[in-house]
């Protein structure tokens, strides 16, 4: 399997604009989540999905943000508008639920995508 | 949930072995303890997991104090490969949950 795919790898933008990022999970797996990585919040879980429907978005920093799972295979996480503040590296995970959960299942993290916002 | 506290950086020297210690002073009955790691530039990875036993894998061997307050990473011969941010995490066994990291420890391996 190639693992968790994200594109794109990088993305610069400006201020204003509508961001688009997407995830591949591993074939399988029911569950994808979404994280952000900065240097001074670490890294934080915003959105994830069991089944394709959302668990638990109590992450997602303001309305501006959206995360959608059309189906088993593809996510995306939108940003409209997009703000300086919200440059940072966004990770998409996946886990399945051979052993019960996250609880005891690996989480797969996908190479992340970069994202600048001028 | 439950936190963690892990020291903010170790040193160590390579092909030794090496001890990341990790407080969990209120750890629930159901909590499962894992650890992730993430090299430069790259996302975190799964090391190991466990619940009171002590666990051995490939990558690396995971001590649980008998009380569960605590528990340590242990990489039995370093490598330059080695050198990563290691995350200490709880995961509740009663449902599904993402990811809380913490700052993690800063693990550098000199050669």
């Known amino acids: 399997d190639a693992g968790v795919i994200q594109s794109p790898r990088h993305e610069v933008t400006e201020m204003g604009q509508e961001v688009t990022l997407r995830c591949k999970p591993i074939?399988?797996?029911?569950?994808l989540f979404w994280y952000r990585q900065t240097m001074m919040r670490g890294l934080e879980l915003l959105i994830y999905f069991n089944n394709n429907v959302p668990i638990d978005d109590s992450g997602m920093p303001e309305d501006r943000f959206s995360a959608k799972m059309p189906n088993a295979s593809f996510s995306t996480l939108k940003i409209q508008p997009s703000e300086p503040r919200d440059s940072a590296v966004y990770f998409c995970?996946?886990?399945?639920?051979?052993?019960?959960?996250?609880?005891?299942?690996?989480?797969?993290f996908g190479p992340g995508t970069r994202l600048t916002v001028l | 949930d439950a936190k963690t506290t892990q020291p903010n950086s170790m040193e160590s020297n390579e092909e030794e072995p090496v001890h990341l210690p990790c407080n969990h002073s209120?750890?629930?009955?159901?909590?499962?303890i894992h650890w992730y790691r993430q090299l430069p530039s790259q996302g975190p990875e799964y090391v190991i997991h466990?619940?009171?036993s002590n666990v051995n894998n490939r990558m690396a061997s995971l001590a649980i104090a008998e009380d569960r307050k605590s528990s340590t990473l242990i990489l039995h011969r370093a490598t330059l490969r080695d050198a990563a941010v290691y995350y200490c995490?709880?995961?509740?066994?009663?449902?599904?949950?993402?990811?809380?990291f913490g700052k993690g420890t800063h693990l550098i391996i000199q050669p």
């Open positions: 074939s399988g797996h029911d569950y």
């Open positions: 466990g619940l009171t």
């Open positions: 995970a996946s886990s399945s639920n051979l052993w019960g959960g996250p609880s005891t299942d690996t989480q797969y």
């Open positions: 995490i709880l995961i509740s066994g009663g449902g599904a949950d993402g990811l809380t």
């Open positions: 209120t750890i629930s009955g159901t909590d499962y």
